[in-house]
């Protein structure tokens, strides 16, 4: 249970350490207001189109009497637009390390500079770090869509979906979302999506303990925006723990992952 503390610990670390650095604060604030201007522009057109959307849709019901044609397309936008709503949310973090690559890697780069030792880097070219990227986002989507099909039928169940569901649910976020931003640190040391992940399992409490809040925190709307800088630079602090080699004073169990591994 020390790691959820200590995994929360790096996302404050990291908050604070763009609270020292303000130059590299607002550097990492582009991408995330690029992104946020890209969603709001389509939410607001979604918000204006949706009922022609469903009116077009849903032409079978152009005969219905009063009141069920407008209860069922009032219904279908409202589901439309929450859907619509959701997929912004769960892509919002993915969209934005995507467009901002080139950014938190410099950034990403300057956390492990001012820490000393080594700063690793990937040696591939930006075209082929943003492939990587939007792949492995891509996969980790699906990954999520399934978590979320399967929560969304177990929160059906009596009590337990109401209670359990939910909670089981902000850690599949806060696990994903941490995988997401230590990529940004993990790539440059080589690692690939099914090194990451076998890395973060090796570590779950501190994974949890560093996602779960700030996925928390992302509900909150525009946080996530500024919230993004400080939380690459704590996923690089905790990247660069994840990926130490172990000294013959921890009492945590050896890392699951070996650098030397093809």
Do not use: N
């Not at 467009?99 to 070219?125: I, M, N, T």
């Not at 969304?152 to 994903?176: D, E, H, R, S």
């Amino acid at each position: 249970m020390r790691d959820l503390g200590v995994g929360f610990s790096y996302l404050i670390k990291g908050q604070r350490w763009v609270g020292r650095h303000g130059r590299w604060f607002g550097f990492g604030l582009i991408p995330g207001l690029i992104t946020l201007v890209v969603y709001a522009a389509a939410l607001i057109g979604l918000g204006y189109g949706a009922d022609d959307f469903v009116s077009w849709a849903t032409p079978f019901a152009d005969d219905w009497s009063s009141p069920w044609l407008g209860l069922l397309r009032v219904t279908l936008t409202v589901l439309v637009f929450g859907l619509g709503l959701f997929l912004a949310v769960i892509t919002f973090t993915a969209v934005t390390l995507l467009v901002g690559q080139p950014f938190y890697e410099s950034l990403s780069e300057q956390v492990d500079r001012s820490e000393g030792g080594d700063v690793p880097e990937s040696g591939l070219p930006l075209w082929r770090e943003l492939w990587i990227s939007a792949r492995d986002s891509l996969r980790i989507l699906v990954r999520v869509s399934l978590y979320a099909v399967l929560l969304f039928a177990l929160g059906f169940v009596p009590v337990v979906g109401q209670t359990v569901v939910p909670a089981i649910g902000f850690c599949v976020t806060g696990y994903f979302l941490a995988e997401e931003l230590t990529a940004v640190a993990l790539q440059r040391r080589g690692l690939v999506l099914a090194d990451r992940l076998a890395l973060l399992r090796g570590r779950r409490m501190l994974t949890l303990g560093f996602g779960v809040p700030l996925g928390l925190a992302f509900l909150v709307p525009f946080v996530a925006v500024f919230l993004m800088p400080g939380a690459v630079a704590g996923a690089t602090l905790l990247a660069r723990d994840l990926t130490a080699p172990p000294t013959d004073d921890e009492d945590a169990a050896p890392s699951p992952y070996s650098l030397d591994k093809d």
